[in-house]
């Protein structure tokens, strides 16, 4: 069988290009069993996709969607198939959590739930031999005008999976920098978290389990992309990097033997590793960690079941800092619930620790997240009724719906300020030797996104960036008064 998979072109992102695993895994496994694969990354590269289709002759076309910016490129992709006949799946955590809605939007003959690589082999072994789709576990669909979800699949084992064959994309194209590391390239080694927060999409997508992959088979994979390729970093896409002491030197010790003589850096928990464990991450080439901190109030993290504490989030940083391992926070500011004192206690964490880069987000209830469910309960929460409505919700630029009790305008000038000091912070790492380059890897990413999706595309993406820029300076460095009132002190510390 034929297969089209796609990785789409989201709508107002910068795009990032970091590798599409979730096509490239699918298309791999399918490829060692027999099919014929074709993989479109329309992130980085833009193609006509009707001569696509006129040329390749799918049987079955698969677009991954992991946000609603998503739905449009997808949308017009999936029309052009219909027109054709081609059977076409949606798939990916977006449309995971709202297949209804999303099958509402036509075009569209299956969502694919939960992990692809076994559903999608069951569906085009199945289609080879004649029979009906139906039946397929992981797969929803409307039959008659009414909404059906078959059963879920389990979770497979990982070490079936044959190695990403990343020659499916382009590769050099594909390839990014980020802090002072150039050449670098998503990869994999787990899929999951054992986690609880309540905010994550993780309980439902992935029931909180956890799976690695065969870790001799992921240092021939990177063996091969930094041989033949010429790729330099690693950025680890998994949800909890390491996951364990055990597991963490494992992979260690397996890429320390393997002397590949590559950079990386993924994302983990705090409060999972001592300083010798970091001493050994560095050793085996981790140059950042990125880490879901999300607040520096005790009321909040125990809402959100982050299991951890302010002076676990100084402890883990530092120790960082110390064996020379760049550092990256996530804070979401609006929590349900959050108090203007809540706040302030982040603000003065954020103080703490304002040697790391910064992500600071609004906070926005996730289908498929504990807390979604909560607050739609609760009646704080009308979700909307439709892709369409949720197509119109700009979540970045202000805090909606903000089920905080703090001011809306509050929690922009707190984010924008944090924002804009990551942005312009002269050094991540005491030496200082990254002089902005946060700002300029920000504008760079600018530039190639305009220079890579033609004129129009490249005006409508300035437009947002620009938007989005002007936003951050402007509520960042405006509102003083506000600053100091939840006692944000960055500037003297960068
Ligand atoms: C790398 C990454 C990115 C990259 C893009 C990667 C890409 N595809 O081009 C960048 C940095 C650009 C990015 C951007 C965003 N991301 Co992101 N990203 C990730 C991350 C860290 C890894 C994704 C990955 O490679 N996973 C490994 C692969 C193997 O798994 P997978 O992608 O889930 O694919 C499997 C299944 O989903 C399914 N599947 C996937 N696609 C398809 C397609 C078909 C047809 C089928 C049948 C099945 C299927 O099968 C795959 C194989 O098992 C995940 C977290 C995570 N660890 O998964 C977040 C994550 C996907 N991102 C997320 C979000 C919110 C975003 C942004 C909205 C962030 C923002 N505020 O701007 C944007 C959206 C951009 C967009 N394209 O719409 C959320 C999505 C949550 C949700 N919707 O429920 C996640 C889960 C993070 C989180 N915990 O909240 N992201
Ligand atoms: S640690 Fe990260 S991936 Fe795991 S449940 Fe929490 S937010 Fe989700």
């Keep these: 069988m034929r297969v089209l998979l796609i990785n ?8 990032a290009r ?36 006129d040329s390749f002759r799918p049987d079955f076309i698969g677009c991954s969607l992991l946000s609603v910016m998503a739905v449009k490129d997808c949308l017009m992709i999936s029309k052009a198939a219909k027109k054709r006949n081609i059977c076409v799946i949606w798939g990916g955590p977006y449309v995971s959590a709202s297949p209804e809605m999303t099958l509402e939007l036509g075009y569209i003959d299956f969502i694919c ?8 082999l069951e569906v085009v072994d199945t289609a080879e031999k004649g029979e009906d789709l139906y039946s397929i576990k992981g797969l929803a669909y409307i039959k008659n005008g009414k909404f059906v979800r078959n059963a879920d699949r389990e979770f497979m084992d990982l070490t079936l999976l044959p190695p990403i064959d990343y020659s499916l994309i382009d590769i050099q194209k594909t390839f990014y920098k980020n802090y002072e590391y150039d050449g670098i390239m998503g990869m994999y080694i787990s899929k999951g978290c054992n986690g609880h927060c309540t905010f994550c999409y993780n309980r439902d997508f992935f029931s909180n389990c956890r799976r690695t992959r065969d870790v001799k088979l992921f240092i021939e994979e990177a063996r091969l992309l930094k041989e033949k390729y010429g790729m330099k970093a690693i950025a680890f896409t998994d949800e909890l990097f390491g996951y364990n002491k055990e597991t963490l030197h494992e992979i260690c010790n397996a890429l320390i033997e393997a002397d590949l003589g590559l950079h990386w850096g993924g994302m983990t928990k705090i409060g999972l590793f001592d300083k010798e464990d970091f001493e050994l991450m560095h050793k085996a080439g981790c140059r950042w960690l ?23 989030v100084e402890k883990d940083l530092k120790n960082c800092r110390d064996v020379g391992i760049i550092t990256l926070s996530y804070f979401i500011v609006g929590f349900p619930g959050e108090t203007p004192e809540d706040l302030k206690a982040t603000c003065e964490l954020v103080n703490k620790i304002s040697y790391t880069k910064f992500v600071c987000s609004y906070f926005s209830p996730l289908p498929g997240s504990e807390i979604f469910d909560e607050v739609v309960s609760q009646g704080k929460y009308t979700p909307p009724k439709s892709i369409k409505e949720c197509m119109k919700t700009r979540i970045f630029y202000s805090p909606k719906p903000n089920l905080s009790s703090v001011k809306s305008l509050d929690l922009k000038v707190v984010r924008c300020h944090i924002l804009w000091s990551s942005f312009t912070k002269k050094s991540f790492i005491e030496n200082g030797k990254l002089d902005y380059s946060v ?20 005006v409508i993406q300035f437009i947002a960036s620009a938007y989005e820029f002007l936003d951050i300076f402007f509520y960042g460095n405006f509102f003083p008064h506000i600053v100091k009132k939840y006692g944000l002190d960055l500037k003297e510390k960068k």
Excluded at 8 to 15: D, K, Q
Aim: glycine share 10%; with cysteine; proline share 4%.
């Design 8 to 15: 789409p072109a989201p709508e107002h992102y910068t795009r």
């Design 18 to 53: 970091c590798a599409p695993l979730g096509v490239l895994s699918i298309g791999s496994y399918l490829q060692s069993k027999g099919h014929d694969v074709k993989v479109l990354n329309r992130a980085v590269v833009s193609t006509d996709i009707e001569a696509e289709l």
């Design 113 to 120: 739930l939960g992990e692809g690589e076994e559903t999608w």
């Design 290 to 312: 990125e880490f879901g901190v999300e607040s520096g109030s005790k009321n909040t993290l125990k809402r959100m079941k982050k299991a951890l504490n302010p002076e676990m």
């Design 439 to 458: 700002a300029k890897k920000d504008i760079v990413d600018v530039l190639k996104s305009l220079k890579g999706h033609g004129f129009k595309e490249g």
